[in-house]
């Protein structure tokens, strides 16, 4: 029952490409976050969003963009890719139950590598 | 510094066993997730708690606010319970103020 989904699930790309990864919900949940994994660290905010054109930076924004132009999409952008963006990036819906923090699902991750 | 940290980082159990994971934060939180992630898979969501203890199937959830401490327990331990679990804590209220612990990674022997 994936309500979340993403896109592409795996892609190897070279140094100062820009790449685009996509996130797509059908649970019409308005917070969406993406995430990065890497080893030795806990998943680590990039940008997340509270609503249609409305993100926010996280933790490690620094060389990504974001962009949510409808509620079900939630894009995550390398302008230019560098080695140190090779990860596994998870994107993520939360819900809100009466103004407080809900639940969280998770979409399977990108596996992105840059060489 | 490690708002979130979880014990033990890494733990071998036989087929069976109870199992307790244990999770320490530094910040006034106003939830805490538990999550699990199996190897080369997706992530999870096992819990959401703010107080008290929840019970799923074989999977205890605990929280003591006051402590700032959190603790998942597995009883009669089966090896598909093997993954890495991850302790999450929410503070500010904001859902974008996340700070996740790095993970305990379970191993169950048959």
């Known amino acids: 029952d994936a309500g979340i989904t993403q896109s592409p699930r795996h892609k190897v790309t070279e140094t100062g490409t820009p790449v685009t990864l996509r996130c797509h919900q059908t649970?019409?949940?308005?917070?969406m976050y993406w995430y990065r994994q890497d080893p030795g660290h806990g998943l680590r905010l990039i940008h997340y969003s509270y609503g249609v054109k409305d993100t926010d930076k996280g933790e490690v924004s620094d060389g990504y963009s974001v962009s949510r132009s409808k509620t079900e999409d939630f894009l995550l952008t390398l302008e230019s890719a560098t080695s140190s963006q090779t990860s596994v990036y998870f994107c993520?819906?939360?819900?809100?139950?009466?103004?407080?923090?809900?639940?969280?699902?998770f979409g399977e991750g990108s596996r992105l590598t840059v060489l | 510094k490690n708002e979130v940290e979880q014990s033990p980082q890494n733990l071998t159990a036989q087929e069976g066993e109870f199992i307790t994971i244990n999770c320490s934060y530094s910040?006034?939180?106003?939830?805490l997730h538990w999550l699990q992630q199996h190897p080369g898979g997706g992530i999870v969501s096992l819990f959401m708690?703010?107080?008290g203890k929840k019970k799923h199937g074989r999977l205890i959830a605990t929280i003591n606010i006051q402590e700032k401490h959190s603790s998942l327990h597995i009883t009669a331990s089966h090896p598909r319970d093997s993954a890495v679990y991850i302790c999450?804590?929410?503070?500010?209220?904001?859902?974008?103020?996340?700070?996740f612990g790095k993970g305990t990674k379970l191993s169950v022997k048959p």
């Open positions: 993520a819906m939360g819900t809100r139950n009466r103004g407080r923090t809900g639940e969280l699902f």
């Open positions: 649970e019409n949940h308005r917070y």
């Open positions: 999450a804590v929410v503070y500010g209220g904001s859902q974008g103020n996340l700070i």
């Open positions: 910040v006034g939180i106003s939830a």
């Open positions: 708690l703010s107080s």
